[in-house]
């Protein structure tokens, strides 16, 4: 069987759930003069069975024998897979794996393509997001060149799971598409892709992904066969990690790792699972379990896959403990380490807890301004699960974040949409403050958050933005306009100002100005948002 043969089999084996029929064949080619290309692929097999130190043999003996760059490239991306997963494996630079993939003559092949995936999904579970983005970024995506093939989710999925850790929701939700259009009804693959978006929804913030956890994880076979099983548990503990059903999540990761060591795991999928552990022994108070996560995150602390999440885990211990300095010492050093690498979620989890370890400190400004910064970023890219995370990390501080811009009246508190309804009914400042018994400062920042909520700078853009839900409350008779005074009445209640709606009408901005003061005088009203306010009561 030709090195292309072998690969399109070996795939199709791991797609399929036999991977050990894989790892034989591969075996068996290279005994029979297969060569450095049916051990690299024999390397790929046993990282699928969670055989880590198999996979850095075989790679090792791939690498020994390969006599091209294709093969070269294989093995050598099939060894920085293993090392995810081996903890006595010695450390694999991409820098080289990159040259080979940049300089491929056929970048869209099956088997340049593969190969990337490999070195990609190496980078992704060495907690190397940046630079599995920077592979997986070489070539074409790798799913297309495998259309058909019943591994081609897989390789979506990686592109998927790439943005999705990197912090880029929206990005990562729209690679769902085209992920599940590639998936067989039916298959075995199927699982783990709805398992990416329980991942990608839950880090967006939508709590309903929680309910559908559960009978995703049960079409998961009870005993974990392989990577993809794995994986599908994985996925789903991670989603529900991200809305704190910190319960659901570490008994989904429990399963995964089919024994106490998690053994058949990769390492950044062990650190980050007792890290979860800890944290609901935390919850539980359970001082004896939490020492017994300790001790297990204690022997991945120096490797430099899981050290940042072993630091944050150790810091949510301190800040248990009221130990604000040590935690925030821990916390700065690992989430320095997960920006660097682009490890998004894990760095936004990390900014929460040091917002947490500053409240402790009494520094609740540093603490507020943080979090600010965090969750105008994390809005941007439609990470929604920090923005809930950061909510419950100010509550009984006194202080809260800014609301979604344009998100409306979902956004509001109840004391926010009673400023909003009375600023629409055309209150001013003072007048809601006596109404609501508050100061007219309060009232003030109530009416910024509004403002912000909907978008908009000002109280006319408010009317225009809320438009046909406010109720009528035109004045009896109010006069009718001639139809240029109309034209402007509607312009101006839709906030545009006074040089945009002469560009808009082709007038002068003098002509504007005096068929405003017209209908300000025919209507009887003070000022352009009473003006505003009137047109849209009518409208």
Not at 334 to 356: H, K, M, P, T
Not at 467 to 485: E, I, M, N, V, Y
Not at 512 to 520: I, T
Request: hydrophobic share 50%.
């Amino acid at each position: 069987m030709d090195r292309d043969a072998l690969l399109d089999d070996v795939l199709r084996h791991l797609a399929e759930g036999t991977p050990q029929v894989a790892r034989a064949a591969c075996l068996a080619a290279a005994a029979g003069g297969g060569g450095g290309a049916a051990y690299g692929l024999a390397a790929l097999a046993d990282f699928w069975l969670g055989d880590f130190a198999g996979a850095t043999r075989h790679a090792s003996y791939g690498l020994g024998e390969a006599t091209d760059d294709p093969t070269r490239a294989m093995c050598s991306a099939t060894a920085a897979l293993a090392a995810g997963g081996d903890l006595a494996a010695p450390p694999v630079d991409l820098a080289g794996l990159r040259g080979l993939l940049a300089a491929a003559d056929a970048p869209g092949s099956r088997w340049w393509s593969a190969v990337r995936y490999v070195a990609a999904e190496a980078a992704l579970v060495g907690a190397r997001i940046r630079d599995a983005a920077e592979v997986d970024a070489l070539g074409p995506p790798a799913g297309e060149s495998w259309t058909g093939h019943p591994f081609a989710p897989v390789l979506w999925i990686c592109q998927a799971r790439i943005a999705a850790f990197s912090g880029r929701i929206e990005a990562a939700d729209a690679l769902l598409a085209p992920m599940r259009a590639s998936v067989v009804a039916g298959s075995r693959v199927a699982p783990v892709v709805e398992s990416v978006a329980v991942l990608v929804r839950g880090n967006a913030g939508d709590e309903e992904v929680v309910r559908v956890a559960e009978a995703i994880a049960a079409q998961v076979p009870a005993e974990p066969r392989d990577f993809i099983d794995r994986g599908a548990l994985l996925l789903l503990s991670y989603g529900a990690i991200a809305l704190y059903d910190v319960a659901t999540a570490a008994a989904l990761a429990f399963r995964a790792g089919s024994d106490e060591a998690l053994s058949h795991c990769t390492l950044i999928d062990r650190a980050i699972s007792f890290e979860m552990f800890l944290h609901a022994a935390l919850l539980e108070q359970d001082r004896g379990a939490v020492a017994a996560w300790l001790a297990a995150l204690a022997d991945l602390a120096a490797h430099p896959i899981t050290e940042p999440t072993v630091q944050r885990a150790r810091a949510r211990v301190a800040i248990e403990a009221g130990d604000a300095v040590t935690a925030i010492d821990l916390l700065t050093a690992s989430i320095e380490r997960c920006v660097a690498d682009e490890r998004r979620v894990e760095a936004g989890e990390g900014q929460i807890l040091l917002a947490r370890a500053r409240i402790l400190a009494a520094d609740l400004g540093t603490a507020s301004r943080g979090l600010r910064t965090l969750v105008a970023e994390s809005d941007r890219t439609g990470f929604g699960a920090l923005r809930r995370a950061a909510g419950v990390a100010l509550a009984g501080s006194g202080r809260r974040l800014p609301p979604v811009a344009g998100a409306g009246w979902a956004a509001l508190s109840a004391r926010e949409a009673e400023v909003a309804r009375a600023v629409l009914a055309g209150q001013e400042v003072e007048e809601i403050a006596a109404s609501l018994f508050l100061s007219p400062r309060t009232v003030r920042t109530h009416l910024s958050r509004v403002l912000c909520a909907f978008g908009v700078a000002t109280r006319v853009g408010l009317l225009a933005a809320v438009g046909d839900d406010l109720p009528s409350q035109a004045p009896p008779g109010a006069p009718t306009l001639s139809p240029r005074q109309a034209e402007v009445a509607a312009l101006v209640a839709a906030g545009r100002t006074n040089p945009q709606i002469a560009g808009e009408l082709g007038i002068s901005v003098k002509g504007v100005e005096k068929h405003v003061g017209d209908v300000l005088l025919r209507w009887n009203a003070g000022s352009r948002f009473e003006l505003a306010r009137i047109w849209w009561s009518l409208a």
